[in-house]
């Protein structure tokens, strides 16, 4: 069973940043390769946000609140998806987490990760 991990969250003040990192097990690099990712944000009392997206080929697309400020990347042989956030602000304050970008094949949620922006 395919297995995701969200890593790399933490407290930061507004202006820092910070880069997630989501570990993928339970497939194999040549399967993983080929499979659109995404990552998403819930914040306290709110749904969940799509922020960005990669898919195999690596075009990428972004939400238009963190457009400039964040980067997804991929790495198929380790079977890892990145986000490098940058110029964070409050607002960004939310559980991340990462799946595949279609709808129709979400695998099993992992924990997500905490990143919250304060001074």
């Known amino acids: 069973q395919v297995r995701l991990v969200e890593s790399g969250g933490g407290l930061v003040q507004p202006g820092g940043s910070l880069k997630l990192s989501c570990a993928a097990s339970g497939t194999s690099g040549t399967i993983f390769s080929i499979w659109p990712m995404a990552w998403s944000r819930r914040a306290p009392g709110k749904q969940r946000e799509l922020v960005a997206t990669?898919?195999?080929?690596?075009?990428?697309t972004y939400a238009d609140s963190v457009k400039g400020r964040f980067t997804i990347s991929r790495d198929n042989a380790k079977k890892m998806v990145y986000l490098q956030m940058n110029s964070l602000k409050t607002e960004d304050t939310a559980v991340y987490y990462c799946?595949?970008?279609?709808?129709?094949?979400?695998?099993?949620w992992g924990q997500g990760t905490q990143v919250t922006v304060s001074s």
């Open positions: 990669i898919t195999g080929g690596r075009t990428t």
């Open positions: 799946n595949d970008a279609r709808p129709s094949n979400l695998r099993p």
